[in-house]
């Protein structure tokens, strides 16, 4: 339910411009909303789509985008729903997680809350491996790859995943991205199949 209004920054696509909006606080809903026309003016498409409940039991389907959000200076990335005209920009309960905030009903504010951290307890093959990377680096794909196979220490042949960002609009026939890649070196295992025939099929 919504409570209080604050006010917030959504920020373009590229972060250099930033439009000062009045957000209701709606802890009820898990993301924040954004009119869909103001997301497409500063450069945001959508990059899934969803099925959500509404308050009265209705279960209909919704754009998601991830959108830069600024508060009192500091800047999150956070999903957002791409919301029917006319609708309020509505500050999830995701985006106050992010933010580390909380709303302050009697005073119509956010406060700021202490996050919970749990450490977790790791071997000394993975201390040794984190110890290799620098997190702040971004790794061309040959150094990458390289450092991935030296920091490997799984008993078992661990998966890379590659994520691409291709701005397409799968709504669009024409945009449907589709196909497949042979590695240079193959997948480093040998391929057998079994056929079931007989007579001169099974000599062919």
Same mark, same amino acid.
């Given at each position: 339910m919504g409570t209080f209004k604050v006010s917030i920054d959504i920020g373009s696509a590229d972060r250099r411009t930033f439009q000062a909006v009045d957000a209701l606080v709606d802890t009820g809903a898990?993301?924040?909303? #954004?009119?869909?026309? =103001?997301l497409e003016e500063v450069g945001y498409r959508p990059i @899934?789509?969803?099925?959500?409940?509404? $308050? &009265? /039991?209705?279960v209909v389907e919704r754009d998601l985008g991830e959108v830069s959000v600024r508060i009192d200076s500091e800047v999150r990335t956070t999903t957002c729903i791409f919301a029917d005209e006319g609708s309020?920009? +509505?500050?999830?309960? #995701?985006? +106050?997680?992010?933010? =580390? +905030? @909380?709303? &302050?009903?009697?005073h119509k504010r956010l406060v700021p809350i202490t996050g919970l951290a749990?450490? @977790?307890?790791? /071997?000394?093959?993975? =201390? *040794? $491996?984190? $110890?290799?990377m620098d997190r702040s680096q971004h790794y061309p794909p040959r150094e990458a790859v390289k450092l991935a196979k030296e920091t490997a220490y @799984?008993?078992? &042949? *661990?998966?890379?995943? =590659?994520?691409?960002?291709?701005s397409l609009d799968p709504r669009h026939a024409e945009q449907q991205l589709r196909g497949t890649v042979v590695l240079p070196h193959g997948l480093?295992?040998?391929?057998?199949?079994? #056929?079931?025939a007989e007579g001169e099929a099974a000599k062919l």
């Open positions: 898990t993301f924040s909303s #954004v009119p869909r026309k =103001l @899934a789509r969803r099925p959500f409940e509404l $308050a &009265d /039991g209705r309020p920009v +509505l500050l999830g309960a #995701v985006t +106050l997680e992010q933010f =580390l +905030l @909380a709303p &302050d009903p009697v749990m450490m @977790a307890k790791h /071997g000394k093959k993975y =201390l *040794e $491996a984190l $110890a290799k @799984a008993q078992f &042949d *661990e998966t890379v995943e =590659l994520h691409l960002r291709t480093g295992k040998k391929v057998q199949v079994l #056929v079931f």
